[in-house]
């Protein structure tokens, strides 16, 4: 009967330790491999050393400056952590619980698949994204407007290399190019693979701020990737890829890694996959 009472008295304590230990776990897991990461764990040591100095040694004067010093920590850490901040409110905000994701039809994305393959087989460098639910104009107008329907060709006189479009991305929205050459926010990710260009960090970028779908094609291997929520998978065939995209416009629950090593084309899409780590939690896994 202790018990009971104890429960009844104390449960909202209870919802307020697990509610700060998740809190705490999705920050830290939200800036671990970003710029931020460091400086985030290094004022987390040096106000946990100092407040425990002075309570054990009776250092009032110090203790009193970082008690003062926490009054203002929050507008410190909005500076300090200003595209951190950024990147994470863009994910929230753009989540699709509050956007309806712009569903390309059968049509359109074999479009796109043949777009790039014609692309990876002549070895041209492409940087793709299809717009979903969350409008990404504002990249749009970065670069030259077109406003023509997509094709194959057109496509490949874009990324021809020394053509004028040639350098940034393509968007895509309801099956037309809206823009070429257009810039796209690279990723500050401290923890991805050396061996990814400009392209595959500014196809992470633009993922970690919208919840576009970017298709890379490296201009030195014809390896096709797919980037989504900060995520990226490479080496798609495609069969794989046809597959890969049905999947993420359908919004259809990704299969875990278990699932994934009993299909077919699926799983050697991504044994290849280089970045385990998202920044907007989801059901999304990559097996590697």
Not at 80 to 95: C, D, V
Not at 205 to 231: N, P, Q, Y
Request: proline share 4%.
């Amino acid at each position: 009967m202790n018990v009971f009472h104890f429960a009844a008295a104390h449960w909202k304590d209870a919802v307020e330790i697990v509610l700060l230990a998740v809190a705490i776990y999705y920050t830290w897991r939200f800036f671990k491999g970003t710029p931020g990461a460091n400086v985030l764990v290094g004022l987390v040591v040096l106000f946990l050393a100092a407040m425990l100095l002075s309570q054990l040694l009776g250092l009032t004067v110090i203790g009193a400056i970082f008690e003062s010093l926490s009054k203002v920590l929050i507008i410190a850490l909005v500076i300090i952590f200003q595209p951190e901040l950024r990147r994470g409110l863009a994910a929230l905000g753009g989540h699709r619980m509050f956007f309806a994701a712009n569903q390309q039809n059968r049509e359109t994305l074999e479009l796109v698949r043949e777009t790039t393959f014609d692309l990876a087989n002549r070895q041209l460098g492409a940087l793709i994204a299809i717009e979903r639910g969350q409008n990404i104009e504002g990249f749009a107008e970065s670069g030259v407007k077109i406003d023509c329907a997509l094709s194959t060709e057109l496509a490949v006189s874009i990324f021809f290399p020394k053509t004028p479009l040639h350098d940034g991305g393509i968007i895509i929205r309801n099956e037309r190019i809206v823009s070429a050459a257009c810039i796209f926010p690279i990723t500050q990710r401290a923890d991805l693979d050396r061996a990814l260009g400009l392209r595959h960090r500014a196809a992470l970028g633009l993922t970690e701020e919208s919840d576009a779908i970017v298709i890379v094609v490296s201009e030195e291997t014809g390896i096709v990737s797919i980037c989504h929520r900060g995520l990226i998978e490479r080496s798609f065939d495609p069969e794989s890829f046809d597959h890969r995209l049905a999947e993420l416009f359908a919004l259809k629950d990704e299969p875990d890694s278990k699932q994934l090593a009993g299909k077919g084309p699926v799983p050697s899409s991504r044994r290849h996959s280089v970045v385990s780590h998202s920044p907007e939690p989801g059901n999304d896994r990559l097996a590697f």
